[in-house]
């Protein structure tokens, strides 16, 4: 059952959404943002949000393979998720340290991680939501959040850990919010591409993503 505090918080990114994005299905997996970028990882990302189903990709980064597990049930996610203990005992980022350039790199770590911690639930794999877990502590204590990405990948997962453990929360909840104000900082409302991911955090803070 989410707490009240959790609650709050997905009513917010939900409404944050709604301001760029209605009700229905997202768009088609020719989706191009407002700049007419397409990243590799918007194909499955939108492809999960409107319930499609389809096979595991085995190429591509791993935040584009991650995301496409989730669309083929029976997939073995173990080649993509050993990531996931990676570093000493299971700490630090999904992905391993950072390489090139920072604002790519966190792109491709949090969109990992909002891929994991679906794959975690829907598996049951306990020990792969506290990997996730353990991965947002490490990003509170050495990245920055306006070195990364105004995509809010993986807030949720900021906002779950804070609920795990007092002791960190104030820190999770700082990071959180400077991940959701930089996703509104340009236009004053997110990009199409960004109300999705907070649509998709909302659900997964309200339990209701399936």
Same mark, same amino acid.
Not at 142 to 165: C, K, L, M, R, Y
């Given at each position: 059952? *989410? ?11 939900? =409404? ?9 299905? @997202? ?13 590799? %990882?918007?194909? *499955? ?31 073995? @996610? ?5 990531? &996931? =203990? ?9 992905? =391993? ?6 604002? %790519?790199? +966190? ?37 920055? @959040?306006?070195?990364? +990405? ?6 949720? %997962? ?8 007092? !002791? %960190?929360?104030?820190? $999770? ?5 400077? $991940?959701?104000? !930089? !996703? ?5 409302? @997110?990009?199409?591409? !960004? ?9 997964? &803070? ?5």
């Amino acid at each position: 059952m *989410p707490s009240v505090h959790t609650r709050q918080w997905a009513n917010r990114l939900r =409404g944050y959404a709604g301001l760029s994005v209605g009700p229905g299905m @997202p768009p088609s997996g020719e989706f191009r943002d407002e700049a007419g970028h397409r990243r590799e %990882v918007d194909g *499955p990302f939108l492809a999960w949000r409107a319930g499609r189903r389809g096979a595991a990709v085995e190429s591509g980064g791993p935040a584009a393979r991650l995301w496409s597990m989730l669309l083929d049930h029976g997939a073995d @996610p173990g080649r993509v998720v050993a990531a &996931l =203990g990676s570093g000493e005992q299971g700490q630090g980022p999904l992905l =391993g340290e950072p390489s090139g350039p920072i604002e %790519v790199w +966190t792109e491709e770590e949090l969109s990992s991680l909002h891929a994991a911690w679906h794959l975690a639930r829907l598996r049951g794999r306990e020990e792969w939501r506290r990997r996730c877990l353990a991965a947002a502590a490490w990003h509170v204590e050495n990245i920055q @959040p306006d070195n990364g +990405t105004n995509h809010p990948w993986g807030i949720h %997962v900021f906002i779950e850990a804070g609920e795990a453990d007092a !002791s %960190v929360a104030g820190a $999770m909840e700082y990071h959180a919010e400077f $991940m959701l104000h !930089s !996703s509104l900082v340009s236009a004053g409302k @997110p990009d199409v591409l !960004s109300a999705y991911i907070l649509e998709d955090a909302a659900e997964c &803070l309200e339990g209701s993503r399936h």
